[in-house]
């Protein structure tokens, strides 16, 4: 409920501003067409989802929504002929539509099971008449007839395939398949009536039938019952069925059509009738995605062309550690047989022993050093003082050091002083331990260059348990790293401003609060939203827009303490948090500076503009101790500032905030 709320928040001035007069004149609608797959009869759709048109009639003048239900087979030739504008259908069909036709998510269903408990996730059922006592566990499902819905339904078929493969069972080969098509219900038929040994149904659909009168639930028993889920269920759980967009629908409509539905009130009228609470931001389906690319589901029925450069970058870290294992391995048996040839050289009573024995170990000694000079890992060997020993080709061309420059001189000269001494302390106890190490570290090159690399060391024991040498081997990852980072950077600031995003400013305001509860001070959330900055785009043209908003994130961030925290978590609209306030009177000042700054004339492509801001501030803990609902009450401030004539702040309740600046 809490997510929810934020949404509303977030998104009503975009849904405001989308709504213009012009618009709402037009007399002549445009039909917009919601595909749904109908899991259950066709006419049982229709009458579930018809409320949602009628809903979205209502919130959007300017369009004719109608609902159309329609089998897989239908489903994917109308994708295929561009006749969908959104579309509502199970996850794995999603994928599959994503893949082809390039949709997109807008939200995630939130489902209701019979006791009216909400569901964000379905699974699949497996059923088998009550009266089959050969039908008991997975095992039985060997030899019979099944019956299931598509070989792309999730619940009625792919969930079940994945549990039985993983339990041994190929059904594909140890069973016979027939496929009933939506809906669901026909599953349930075929079994009933016995023309089929089993049945694969997503969860729910026997309850519901049961209710509809249409059977009696206990004609059927579940095989593999999981127990801790309000509904019959045999298989993992999977998020609920996305609504998307075709890739052709108009993005200004397609932001209407998520506004509405996620601003739906839980349990309304236009709910109950498809059995759902309400919608959710859309859930990642990436899980779903990779099962339909393991099982090999269409559209992956089909191995794509890859090349070695492929398989490199795919399992980069795996053959960078099985190589230093096979270096490790050559490595120490290269220290084995120098140990034996010198043992041999003293003890041996035949000198045509020896010569066949020091033959062979030379012959070990070239194929080691053969791998030892030619591996693309550096390779560094020491004696039990850590002292350097050998180095390879592979580490000179890595560090940056020649070999005479590193031979009888320690590791150490590698460290780069961006770990702490604790860091190494574990590193030697794991040694001594365990007689190995790995993990990723920071080390310096001759250049002073700072690397990352992946690093294996092994203490290698003579026959005694002695350590004899330690030897270590290592990739440069640097750019695997850099990599990790970019896609953490894009995962948490926004792309435009480069401030933060509104999930890394969730978690950045939650430590702050934390914070200000320990020092038992206050913090002050301000919601800022631009003033005219809608004619600067209508005007100048979305470039020049944004060259502005960059402006605005600059000179927000240079007003701003270190304490601070900033986000862009709209279009125009900026969240500040204030920490560490010892005092009410310390907020106005600063709330004050940023109206200043802002009223500043902004150029951009040779434009001279003018903006300003309204802005809205709540208190911890005064008005709130978690952030969701600060946010909530400093967005509803700003609309104040902004019905009062815009650029000038506004405090939630601002009657009490008056007499509490007046007291403090």
């Not at 759709?45 to 209502?58: G, M, R, V």
């Not at 199970?90 to 939200?107: F, G």
């Not at 043992?343 to 050093?369: G, N, P, W």
């Amino acid at each position: 409920m809490k997510i929810r709320g934020y949404i509303t928040a977030i998104f009503f001035v975009i849904f405001s501003l989308s709504l213009s007069g012009e618009t709402i004149a037009k007399h002549t609608k445009d039909e917009v067409v919601i595909g749904v797959l109908a899991f259950r009869s066709k006419a049982d759709t229709l009458q579930e989802w018809q409320p949602l048109a009628s809903y979205l009639n209502n919130k959007i003048l300017t369009h004719r929504f109608t609902v159309l239900p329609l089998s897989y087979a239908e489903f994917n030739k109308a994708a295929h002929e561009g006749k969908l504008d959104f579309m509502f259908t199970n996850p794995e069909h999603y994928i599959y539509l994503s893949t082809k036709y390039d949709v997109s998510r807008m939200a995630t269903l939130i489902r209701a099971n019979v006791n009216g408990t909400e569901l964000t996730e379905f699974g699949g059922v497996i059923i088998a008449r009550s009266d089959r006592r050969d039908i008991e566990n997975l095992n039985d499902l060997r030899g019979k007839d099944i019956a299931a819905v598509d070989e792309l339904s999730l619940g009625g078929y792919l969930a079940q395939r994945v549990l039985l493969q993983e339990n041994g069972i190929d059904i594909t080969k140890e069973a016979t398949l027939q496929y009933t098509d939506m809906p669901h219900d026909k599953v349930v038929y075929i079994v009933e009536s016995g023309s089929a040994d089993v049945g694969f149904i997503r969860t729910g659909v026997l309850e519901k039938m049961a209710r509809e009168g249409k059977v009696n639930r206990n004609d059927f028993k579940i095989i593999h019952p999981i127990s801790n889920y309000p509904q019959a269920l045999s298989t993992a759980l999977y998020p609920e069925w996305p609504f998307a967009s075709s890739k052709m629908t108009d993005h200004v409509l397609a932001n209407q059509v998520m506004v509405a539905l996620l601003t739906l009130p839980y349990g309304s009228e236009v709910t109950k009738t498809a059995g759902y609470y309400g919608w959710n931001i859309p859930l990642s389906y990436e899980g779903i995605r990779r099962l339909m690319q393991t099982l090999r589901i269409k559209p992956y029925d089909t191995i794509p062309p890859f090349s070695l450069k492929d398989v490199i970058h795919q399992y980069a870290i795996f053959i960078i550690i099985v190589l230093s294992g096979v270096v490790a391995l050559l490595v120490f048996l290269v220290s084995k047989t120098i140990r034996l040839a010198g043992t041999l050289r003293i003890k041996s009573e035949s000198l045509e022993d020896q010569i066949r024995i020091v033959e062979e170990s030379e012959k070990y000694l070239r194929r080691a050093a053969n791998v030892f000079h030619n591996s693309r890992e550096g390779i560094v060997i020491t004696d039990p003082q850590k002292t350097i020993i050998e180095v390879n080709e592979a580490f000179c061309e890595l560090t940056g050091y020649a070999r005479d420059e590193v031979i009888g001189k320690k590791p150490i000269i590698l460290r780069s002083g961006m770990h702490e001494k604790e860091f190494y302390d574990q590193l030697d106890k794991a040694i001594n331990g365990e007689g190995s190490w790995r993990g990723e570290i920071w080390n310096q090159k001759k250049s002073g260059e700072t690397y990352a690399e992946f690093l294996r060391i092994d203490a290698v024991r003579n026959t005694n348990g002695e350590i004899e040498n330690y030897i270590g081997i290592f990739s440069d990852i640097t750019e695997h790293k850099q990599r990790q980072e970019q896609l953490h950077h894009m995962a948490n600031y926004d792309p435009l401003t480069n401030l933060p995003n509104r999930y890394l400013f969730m978690s950045l305001a939650e430590k702050i609060l934390a914070f200000s509860k320990r020092k038992n001070s206050k913090a002050v959330i301000s919601f800022l939203d631009l003033d005219g900055f809608k004619q600067v785009n209508d005007i100048y043209g979305h470039e020049v827009g944004d060259h502005v908003l960059r402006q605005v994130a600059g000179r927000l961030e240079k007003v701003l303490r270190q304490s601070d925290a900033i986000a862009r978590i709209g279009g125009d609209e900026f969240v500040i948090v204030f920490s560490n306030i010892d005092s009410i009177r310390e907020v106005q000042p600063l709330l004050e500076r940023i109206l200043q700054v802002l009223k500043e004339p902004f150029t951009a492509n040779g434009n001279l503009m003018n903006i300003g801001a309204s802005i809205g501030a709540s208190f911890y803990p005064d008005h709130g101790e978690e952030i969701e609902m600060l946010v909530r009450h400093a967005d509803a401030a700003m609309y104040r500032s902004k019905e009062n004539g815009r650029n000038q702040v506004t405090y939630y309740c601002q009657e009490n905030m008056e007499q509490f600046l007046k007291s403090d």
